[in-house]
């Protein structure tokens, strides 16, 4: 019980850690600090967690890690609609 606790916590953290990017990116119309490699670098970690939690069917990895994934790609997008503006 106490570690699907922490592992829960962990996860919901997870998930929102990208939101206030989001928000300032959309807000700014400014990616001008966001890293294009980190973005695909952590696209690609949290992609092989999902992969990992389906073998070990856990939610909450799945969860956590298709939330947090779905994030990073409105980020990635953005990074291309606002990058390409400031050309």
């Known amino acids: ?3 699907s606790i922490i592992g829960s916590t962990a996860a919901l953290l997870t998930m929102f850690a990208f939101i206030p990017q989001i ?4 807000r700014t ?4 600090d966001v890293s294009l490699f980190t973005l ?5 970690g949290v992609s092989l967690w999902i992969s990992y939690g389906v073998h070990l069917k856990d939610r909450i ?4 890690n298709t939330v947090t994934l ?14 390409k503006a400031r050309r």
């Not at 779905?70 to 990058?83: A, G, K, P, Q």
């Open 61 to 64: 990895i799945i969860t956590a």
């Open 40 to 44: 695909l670098q952590l696209s690609l």
């Open 29 to 32: 119309k400014s990616v001008k």
């Open 1 to 3: 019980m106490f570690w």
């Open 70 to 83: 779905t994030s990073l790609v409105i980020l990635t997008y953005l990074y291309f609609l606002y990058h």
């Open 23 to 26: 928000f300032k990116a959309i």
